[in-house]
């Protein structure tokens, strides 16, 4: 069962050939099996995947159930899980129990779905490579002498080692898009606004955008289904209707017009990583797309901006987290200051606090035009280079990442290195537009993404361009060694 | 952009974050090449070009000023690590 995608599990459990409560036994068991060597678990939910099991299995006995009831998902940890404990990766959180459920996950409830557990991540979604959890780094199953890429690293993982069939992950300047290139599974990050941030922990609040990462796009077709849509408890979720993105993958793509930005196949690309993504645009080509060059002229700024803005809004984002209301609090404070500085001193990780300084630093007097404006007005000249490029193509192809996934410890001591791994993604959440990574082959053992860049609000268009990918390849079906 | 020791730990006052000693100058280097790298943007003239604060150009909604939650201070409260009689603990502020 754990091979198989959600759409044929959801067949399975309405043809009646297992039940929701044996499909999420089997992958507890994989999970007690094979997650101590990858990591990609904060917490197992068994007690209550089970009990949600038996729900599901009534529903679809009784006839009302939706396309994911029954079927086992898995949750970043930065999603708040009412009576589980919601870390964020952070030992700021570690004891954290939310007393609420995220948008998203209560969406997932009523979709009746079943909660194995909750995912390990880089903290507070701050990293590429899921080195800065405070749980530890998740190991990338295809070697795992790799980071599976981060922040979502745990989804990826999970996901790609048939730990689950689906996760959730969230995605600021590429967290969905680069692990699911790392471990070779299939993600989309929304047109910013799409899904509720409401109970997501907040990280860059004009940036953060939750989505689902799965191994085709007619899953994520089928888990974005359930996410998307207006929240009135988030100011900043978009009121318009939600298509229906399952219909919506069949479509031909004859004609469609693919745009290759100059920018993202310069000397910064690995020449295997090149290679591969040929020959997947050339797959697309024979679907009978056209090929065209384009430009984004200011891509090169994408990443400075994004490490003022983002740095930044977490700065006063995290600002909530004095070890008074909620959270970490240190031993014996000898007065309040010592008791802010501290609690925060001590439950931050050394990325968390460098991020914190930086935004502090660029919003602090007499910086703020320099900074923070600065960025944003670069953030207005990218979008204009992404609106240009939409009035000569539909869809935007390059790579996800500039490399496959890298050894520990690789990229840890230099931060502007570790920052570079997402070149190839962060401008796209500078202008909020939607954004996907599907697997298109492998440099050695390890799997290569390419990423498709639409239009505001054009997920069904890249889930369908994807999902047409995906019926003449197979690269979505590899599993790694030891988890097929 | 160089920021030393000095400038570190007042930033890190500023952000309410100790920062042990022997790491200040590890933050100082770190922060200092982060900001170098930030001084990119000053490659490119932005002139007139308008803020970005959100992707679609969007305000804030409004709504109408009604009460539509309820009181929820025990259920909060039990996530923080010491509460009295309803209220929040923290060290004496005045002597």
Redesign the interface.
């Given at each position: 069962m754990h091979n198989s995608t959600i759409a044929q599990l959801a067949e399975g459990l309405r043809a009646g050939r297992f039940s929701s409560l044996e499909l999420t036994q089997a992958f507890l068991q994989r999970i007690e099996r094979l997650d101590p060597g990858l990591n990609c678990y904060v917490t197992v939910t068994a007690e209550q995947a089970l009990a949600e099991a038996r729900a599901a299995d009534a529903r679809l006995a009784a006839g009302n159930a939706g396309p994911l009831t029954g079927i086992p998902i898995s949750q970043k940890d930065i999603f708040c899980t009412q009576g589980v404990r919601t870390s964020c990766g952070s030992r700021m959180l570690d004891s954290?129990?939310a007393?609420y459920d995220a948008t998203v996950v209560e969406r997932f409830k009523q979709a009746g779905a079943v909660m194995l557990g909750k995912l390990n991540m880089d903290e507070f979604a701050m990293g590429s490579s899921n080195e800065t959890s405070f749980y530890g780094p998740v190991r990338n199953p295809w070697d795992t002498g790799c980071v599976p890429g981060g922040s979502s690293g745990g989804s990826a993982a999970a996901v790609a080692a048939r730990l689950t069939p689906g996760a959730t992950g969230t995605d600021t300047g590429g967290s969905i898009r680069q692990p699911a290139s790392f471990c070779g599974i299939t993600g989309i990050k929304p047109?910013?606004?799409r899904v509720s941030r409401w109970g997501m922990i907040a990280f860059a609040s004009?940036l953060d955008q939750g989505g689902p990462m799965a191994r085709t796009a007619e899953d994520c077709a089928l888990m974005l289904q359930v996410m998307a849509g207006f929240d009135?408890r988030d100011?900043?979720s978009?009121d318009r209707p939600v298509p229906d993105y399952r219909a919506a993958l069949g479509g031909s793509v004859e004609g469609l017009r693919i745009g290759l930005p100059k920018e993202f196949f310069g000397e910064g690309l690995d020449g295997e990583i090149a290679t591969v993504l040929q020959q997947a645009i050339d797959e697309l080509r024979k679907l009978g797309a056209t090929v065209h060059e384009i430009s984004l002229p200011?891509m090169?700024?994408s990443?400075?901006?994004y490490?003022?803005v983002a740095p930044a809004e977490c700065?006063s984002n995290l600002a909530r987290y004095?070890?008074?209301?909620?959270?970490?609090?240190c031993e014996a404070?000898?007065?309040?200051?010592?008791?802010?500085?501290?609690s925060?001193?001590?439950g931050?990780g050394a990325e968390v606090?460098?991020r914190?300084?930086?935004g502090?630093?660029a919003l602090?007097a007499g910086y703020y035009d320099a900074?923070y404006?600065?960025?944003?007005?670069?953030?207005?000249?990218i979008?204009e280079d992404f609106r240009k490029a939409f009035e000569q193509v539909d869809v935007i192809v390059g790579p996800t990442a500039p490399s496959v996934a890298f050894k520990f410890g690789e990229k840890t001591a230099d931060?502007?290195a570790m920052?570079l791994s997402d070149i190839y993604t962060i401008a796209v959440n500078?202008?909020?537009?939607p954004g996907m990574s599907v697997p298109v082959g492998f440099c050695g053992r390890l799997p290569v993404g390419m990423q498709l860049i639409g239009n505001?609000f054009d997920e069904a268009r890249l889930l369908n361009v994807a999902h047409r990918y995906q019926q003449v390849t197979d690269w979505q079906t590899r599993a790694p060694e030891g988890c097929a | 952009m160089s920021?030393d020791s000095e400038a570190?730990k007042r930033?890190?006052?500023?952000?309410?974050?100790?920062?042990?000693d022997d790491r200040v100058a590890d933050?100082a280097r770190?922060?200092s090449?982060?900001?170098d790298?930030?001084?990119?943007?000053?490659?490119?003239d932005?002139g007139s070009?308008?803020?970005?604060?959100?992707?679609?150009d969007?305000s804030?909604?409004l709504?109408p000023d009604e009460v539509v939650e309820s009181d929820?201070r025990e259920?909060?409260q039990?996530?923080?690590?010491?509460v009295e009689a309803g209220l929040?603990l923290?060290?004496?502020?005045i002597e």
């Open positions: 954290f129990v007393p047109t910013y606004g004009s009135e100011s900043t978009v200011n090169g700024l990443v400075p901006a490490y003022v700065s004095d070890g008074v209301r909620f959270g970490y609090r404070p000898k007065d309040l200051h010592d008791l802010y500085c501290r925060r001193g001590e931050f606090k460098r914190i300084l930086i502090t630093y602090s900074y404006l600065k960025a944003q007005k670069i953030r207005r000249l979008s931060p502007i920052y500078l202008a909020g537009l505001y | 920021l570190v930033i890190a006052w500023l952000a309410r974050l100790s920062i042990d933050y770190d922060l090449g982060i900001l790298f930030v001084e990119q943007m000053n490659a490119v932005t070009a308008m803020p970005l604060a959100h992707p679609l969007q804030q909604r709504r929820q259920r909060f039990q996530q923080a690590p010491a929040y923290v060290p004496k502020v």
